[in-house]
Structure formats: structure tokens, C-alpha cells
């Protein structure tokens, strides 16, 4: 280990021991510098998927520094608790992403989740829902890896992959297996929010790509399952994110759609090997690590998040429009952003491929369609318009720097990707071509604004006064996009809503985990001859694996 990650690790475990302290911050973003070189040394060296991972969390890191300790201002009861778990969150997954397939592995593996749990359940009883979804999701994905890693050598290679699908898939939102991450991240605090979603669900595609140097290449059924779910998940959880009321809930299926379209990336690049594949999958994971962080720190300053409760948030914090403006047209894959860069590599992948991959490319066009629609109603009813209700955002000046540790990188990625993706060999376009087309767009915006014009808000439709009655609520805005598809059951009337087909089945689950839960139970008698007598079976059958 670099000396730059051992410092990272002690820094880091310092600040989880000092509190809520002044040095808290320091101790913290001085650690999140350490992960940023230490990783990056490994990344550039040789292009190590652990080093981006740690760069990658390091990024994180240094934006949640000054912006965590002003936040948990707010949270005065649990602000000590989520302070010291915070932090030993962030060293188990960067453990997580330096230790060795084994049993150091799964015991990392299950710190992070159970850590994951409880910063989800600290909430208290309205966070029960999005906690137990989060708690079943981990146990799907331990089963998942302790089928693959115990029965490397027992069993085929077709079942080895199926655990380490479900294992790492379910960490990661492969669809179907994506519910608890629209569950708990509107329950969590907005940073723990930007940790789930930026950091530790990459952690499922991390180990999606280090499984092929672990357990050998995959079958040919992984790429395809994994293309196909990634585009299915991306189109379904943009169009379930259309009728989300809440905001960090419509946050949390963008985080589905960009997690699925990484995910067809991975599984492209497995049926061909081709390099375009590869660097879609790198360079989409840091851009919606930065602008999803970006955009889940924002809305922390908002006490409120019905959208059809917020309206006018520009007139009120131009500083925070300013910065969401950059997070949504990134996140809707206009140019440059990262992920329209990240696309774009994954359209010349798919044009370059055969068979069943080319049918992404249509895939691909309509998911860019609806995240666009998806991006204009997020941040139209949030941002445009006149106000519905007295909603202050309240930025103090450590969170206002640490959205700016966010919004920075994500603005240079965006300008200078092939910088990022130089240890792949693998350049997307010419960088100097983003240059002249930024100049020439701004030319284009002065001359148009010193031209004879009318001018209204934005948002207003052309009304010189317009009420909050007059503006369209969150269902009303999408209901035209939400009738084109039927998997989907749209109730209007007075409270409108609508259905999640699959929140049944996740309750069906939790449900037969809990039978399964109180029959284990019973085998607490508190004898200690029948457990003797257990412990002797155990060892039988562990031997008996061993000797088969």
C-alpha cells in the first residue's frame, strides 16, 4: 500500500474518533486527498480498478468534508452517531476495494452493508421501510457471494457467475433487483444519499469487473443478461422516475438508469472485448459519482421535497440553481458533459458490434430521450416558476464549498475526459473541438441578447404574472409520457399516484425472510447440548463438502 492510502486510512479513522470536533473536517478531506492520490497513482500506473474506485471515493470525500459537519448541524440528536459512522463507512469500501477475493473480502463486504444499514435506519421510524429494504437487498447480495466464492471449485462456472450476479448485481441496481435504492434514499440524510448512490453501488460494478481476473472470463450468458437488464432497467426506471413526487426519490431511479446503462456497458465489453466499452464504463461511473453527489448535497439544503410543493428556488439561491443547472444537463447527457461523453463511447461500441448488441443502439436513443424529459420536470418544478410554498434553501458556507469540491472536477471532466481515460488508450474525440463550440455558443448567446426582444421567465409561459395554481403539478407535467407505457398504472384523481409493480414482490420477500427469520429462532433454546450437537453436524457436512 502507498504511503498516500496509508495516510488516507489513518486520517480517515482519526475523524471518526474526533467527532463532530474542529479537526473533523480537516481530518476528513485531508483523508479524501489521500484516496484522490493514492488512487489516481494506481489508476495512471496501471489503470488498477481498485486505484479508480479510491480515486473515485476520494473525489467524494473531499466534497463531503466541509459540507457534512454543517449539515449534521440540522440533525443535533444523531449528528454524533452519523459522524462516527460515516467515516468507517468510507474505509470499509475502500477496503472493500483493495482486498483479495476471500474471506478478508466477504467480511468487508458485510461491515459496509451493515454500516450502509445503519446509516439508513438512524432516521428512526420513518426510515424503517427504506432500512429493511436495504437490510434484505445485502442479504440477497451476501448469498449471492458466499454461492460463488465457497463454491469456486465445487461448482460450474455458470453458477459461480449466477452468485456473483446476484451478489454484485443487486449491489449494484441491476433490474429487477433495484427497488431498495429508490426506497432508501429518500429515508437517508442527503449525504449519506451521495455515498450510496456515488460510491457503494459502484462497488457492485467493481466487482462485476474484477470477477473476470478472480474466477476467469464469463459465460457468454452474463454479457447478454447484463446488457439486456441494463437498457430494460434504464428505460423502466426513467419512466417510473417521471411519476416520483419526491425529489431524492426521483434522484434515486435516475441513479437505476445510469447504474443500467453502466451495466450494459460491462456486459458489451464482455461479449467483445472492445476498449469503447471499457471507457464507457470508467467515465460514466465518475461523472454520476460527481453530478449525483452534486445534485443529492443540493437538495439537503431544501426542507422541503414534494416537487409539486417546490417552484421558484433560482430567484430565491442562484448559487444552488447555478450548481443544479450544471448536475441536471450533465445527468441528461447534453454535450459536453461526462455522460454524454460516457454515451457516446457506448454508441460507437454498439455500432461497432453485432447481433443482438446493435438493438442497443435504439435502447440507448430512447433512454436519452426520456432522461432529457426526466431532467427538464425535475428541475423546472423545483427551480422555474413562481413559488408554491415558503421553501428557503438554507446553504451555509461549508456546504456551499462542498458542493463547489463537486461541482469543479465535474465541470473539468466534462471538458478534458481523455485526461481521465489515458490509461485506457482509448480516446472518445478530439478534446480541442469542446473548446470552439463552448466560444462560438457563447458569442451566439450575447448576440441574441443585444437583438430586439420580449423578454419572460422561464417556466412562465409567456404569463407577465403567473400564480402557482397556474403551473403543473409533478404527475400532471409527466401523465402525457407515463400514458405510452403500460407496465405502469397511472391513478388520477384527487391524489394521484402511481403504482410500483414490483414494490409487491419486495414485500413478498421481506415477508419470507421473516418466516425464515423466526424459524431460525427457534434453534435458540438455550441448551448448550443442542448446540454442541449443531455445531457437531456443521462440521460434518463442512467436511463432507471439503472431501466431495
Known amino acids: ?67 457534512l459537519p454543517d449539515y449534521l448541524a440540522h440533525h443535533p440528536k444523531e449528528a454524533r452517531a452519523y459522524a462516527g459512522i460515516v467515516p468507517l463507512f468510507l474505509l470499509a469500501m475502500a477496503g472493500v476495494s483493495l482486498a483479495p477475493p476471500g474471506f478478508a473480502f466477504l467480511f468487508l463486504w458485510e461491515g459496509m452493508a ?43 462456472p455458470d453458477w459461480v457467475w449466477a452468485g456473483l450476479l446476484l451478489g454484485f ?12 435504492l429508490p426506497l432508501a434514499h429518500p429515508v437517508a440524510i442527503s449525504p449519506v444519499s451521495a455515498l450510496l448512490s456515488g460510491a457503494m453501488t459502484k462497488l457492485g460494478l467493481y466487482g462485476l469487473y474484477q470477477a473476470q481476473a478472480w474466477f476467469g472470463p464469463p459465460p457468454g450468458w452474463v454479457g447478454l443478461a447484463l446488457a439486456l437488464l441494463g437498457f430494460l432497467g434504464a428505460v423502466y426506471a426513467l419512466v417510473r422516475g417521471l411519476g416520483e413526487e419526491d425529489l431524492k426519490g426521483a434522484l434515486a431511479y435516475s441513479s437505476v438508469e445510469n447504474l443500467g446503462l453502466m451495466l450494459a456497458a460491462l456486459g458489451g ?24 453527489g452534486l445534485l443529492f448535497l443540493g437538495s439537503g439544503a431544501l426542507a422541503e421535497r414534494r416537487l409539486s410543493r417546490l417552484g421558484g428556488l433560482w430567484r430565491q439561491e442562484p448559487f444552488l440553481g447555478s450548481l443544479w443547472l450544471l448536475g441536471v444537463a450533465v445527468g441528461a447527457g447534453l454535450p459536453p458533459g461526462a455522460v ?34 426526466f431532467y427538464v420536470r425535475l428541475f423546472g418544478l423545483a427551480f422555474l416558476g413562481a413559488a408554491r410554498a415558503e421553501v428557503r434553501p438554507e446553504l451555509s458556507p461549508g456546504m456551499r464549498g462542498g458542493l463547489l469540491a463537486l461541482a469543479v472536477p465535474l465541470g473539468a471532466l466534462s471538458l478534458l475526459p481523455d485526461f481521465f481515460l489515458k490509461p485506457l488508450a482509448q ?36 404569463f407577465p404574472r403567473l400564480s402557482p395554481r397556474m403551473q403543473p403539478n409533478g404527475l400532471g407535467f409527466s401523465e402525457p409520457a407515463l400514458r405510452l407505457f403500460p407496465f405502469l398504472r397511472l391513478e388520477v384523481g384527487e391524489r394521484p399516484r402511481l403504482e410500483e409493480p414490483l414494490a409487491g414482490v419486495y414485500r413478498q420477500l421481506g415477508k419470507a425472510y421473516s418466516r425464515f427469520a423466526r424459524l431460525v429462532q427457534t434453534l435458540q433454546s438455550g441448551s448448550l447440548h443442542f448446540y454442541l450437537l449443531l455445531q457437531l453436524l456443521t462440521l460434518v457436512v463442512v467436511l463432507g463438502v471439503v472431501l466431495l
Open 427 to 462: 480516446e472518445v474525440y478530439p478534446n480541442w473541438g469542446v473548446f470552439p463550440l463552448l466560444f462560438l455558443t457563447l458569442g451566439l448567446v450575447r448576440w441574441l441578447a443585444r437583438r430586439p426582444h420580449r423578454a419572460y421567465g422561464t417556466w412562465d409561459c409567456g
Open 169 to 180: 448485481g443487486v449491489k449494484a441496481a441491476l433490474f429487477p433487483f433495484h427497488l431498495w
Open 114 to 156: 451493515l454500516l450502509g444499514y445503519l446509516l439508513v435506519a438512524l432516521e428512526g421510524p420513518k426510515a424503517q421501510e427504506g432500512a429493511r429494504a436495504f437490510f434484505l437487498a445485502s442479504r440477497l447480495s451476501g448469498a449471492g457471494l458466499y454461492l460463488a466464492f465457497l463454491g469456486q471449485g465445487h461448482l460450474g
Open 269 to 292: 465489453y464482455f461479449l467483445t472485448g472492445a476498449p469503447l466499452f471499457l471507457a464507457a464504463f470508467f467515465l460514466h461511473q465518475v461523472g454520476h459519482a460527481l453530478f449525483k
Open 1 to 67: 500500500m502507498s504511503w498516500p492510502l496509508l495516510a488516507a486510512f489513518l486520517l480517515v479513522g482519526a475523524s471518526a474518533l474526533a467527532g463532530r470536533g474542529r479537526a473533523y473536517p480537516w481530518l476528513l478531506g485531508a483523508g479524501g486527498l489521500g484516496f484522490l492520490l493514492g488512487g489516481g497513482a494506481l489508476w495512471g500506473g496501471e489503470a488498477s480498478a481498485s486505484g479508480f474506485f479510491l480515486m473515485l471515493l476520494g473525489l467524494l470525500t473531499l466534497g463531503l468534508a466541509p459540507y
Open 340 to 373: 454524454f461523453v460516457a454515451e457516446w463511447a457506448l454508441y460507437q461500441g454498439l455500432f461497432a458490434a453485432s447481433g443482438f448488441l446493435v438493438l442497443g443502439v435504439g435502447a440507448l436513443a430512447l433512454v436519452g430521450a426520456l432522461a432529457l424529459y
